[in-house]
């Protein structure tokens, strides 16, 4: 009998968890031509969807199987039914789900069963474990590991929603390629870009000539700038857009160039602001050397660029860092200059298939 590699996504927060996941995965083990060759610990997460909720606990299991997949799909719904399963509410409350993840690596969509899980990418509760026994699977579709799937996630799970913009921030060093990015994107999605208005920033010259006591008023304009341009009114539901900056950045360059009382009134201004932005969907963090950057800088000879130092890129090289080290708004596709070129076509239409998973289906 061939025999195939399937991994199941466990979930319960019903009754007695642990001992559902334990019959759930005895009843599988039990099927004929079915052997279980690895499980997960058991990790307790907060419910995603319906609100109140009690938390559930998840696990994976890897099971070796001479099922068909929709032989596999039929078991695992019988099982739930007799550990006492019932669809009542969509995200709702079980005391048992018994998920299809990935049957080898068969891509297959029907109107009940779609393979690779949908939503696997999106749902640490299903990464975390899958890579305490497959780090190193592939997915499908998207041709990245477990692992780099998980990392992408930064511990959160999400449930992309059609109704809100679907905003693309593109982030990265002064100098990495994010315009660049972003006009590729724009073009293979047909949506619209947002673009940083150092331009037209009518302070810029002169603070970069020396002009310390207008940093303030340069910063603010920024700030300004970028609100109008990711407010909620000036962004569609439903729709994409990608801009080649995230709102976060914002602070980091507060940071670096306004003395402590000029801060300090930045931050009052910033901290009104931050509930009128519109959060983006995914971000693209595209990185790269501060050295090769500052080659890029000075190669482009842009006037307001020119007092740039190795220093303040290392500086904020490290200061992104902090940020999408700790960050959990959504998830986050890095992405190596240094050995992917975005000016080239078919890196751009990869990257922009990557996206588009994380993005809620059905919007344009």
């Not at 910033?270 to 971000?283: L, N, T």
């Not at 902090?322 to 239409?349: H, N």
Request: aromatic content about 8%.
């Amino acid at each position: 009998m061939k025999q195939t590699t399937v991994y199941l996504g466990l979930g319960s927060n019903q009754g007695e968890r642990e001992m559902y996941l334990s019959l759930a995965v005895r009843k599988l083990g039990d099927l004929s031509g079915n052997s279980v060759v690895g499980m997960s610990g058991m990790m307790e997460t907060q419910p995603l969807g319906v609100v109140g909720q009690e938390p559930y606990l998840n696990a994976v299991v890897k099971i070796r199987t001479g099922l068909s997949l929709l032989e596999m799909y039929e078991a695992n719904r019988s099982i739930e039914r007799e550990l006492g399963r019932v669809r009542a509410e969509h995200w709702g409350p079980r005391t048992i789900d018994i998920d299809l993840l990935l049957y080898d690596d068969r891509i297959f969509r029907s109107g009940a069963l779609t393979i690779p899980h949908p939503q696997m990418h999106l749902r640490s509760f299903v990464l975390r474990p899958m890579c305490e026994i497959g780090a190193y699977v592939v997915h499908p579709i998207l041709g990245k590991t477990m692992a780099e799937l998980a990392e992408r996630l930064g511990g959160g799970d999400f449930l992309p929603d059609p109704a809100r913009p679907q905003l693309i921030s593109i982030a990265g060093l002064i100098g990495v390629g994010k315009t660049t990015l972003a006009e590729g994107l724009s073009r293979i999605l047909h949506c619209p870009e947002i673009r940083e208005t150092y331009d037209t920033n009518p302070y810029l010259p002169e603070v970069c000539g020396g002009r310390k006591d207008l940093a303030l008023k340069s910063q603010l304009y920024f700030l300004e700038t970028r609100v109008r341009q990711l407010s909620r009114p000036n962004l569609s539901a439903s729709r994409i857009a990608v801009s080649d900056f995230v709102f976060e950045q914002d602070p980091i360059f507060a940071r670096r160039t306004l003395d402590p009382d000029s801060l300090k009134a930045y931050d009052e201004r910033y901290q009104r602001h931050c509930g009128s932005v519109q959060e983006p969907a995914v971000v693209v963090y595209l990185k790269d050397t501060p050295h090769h950057c500052l080659d890029r800088i000075r190669k482009r000879n842009r006037p307001f660029e020119k007092g740039i130092t190795i220093d303040a890129l290392e500086w904020f090289h490290r200061a992104y860092e902090q940020l999408f080290s700790s960050w959990r708004r959504c998830p986050v596709i890095r992405v190596d200059a240094a050995q992917c070129d975005c000016r080239q076509e078919p890196t751009i239409v990869a990257l922009a298939g990557q996206v588009r998973h994380y993005l809620a289906e059905g919007t344009v």
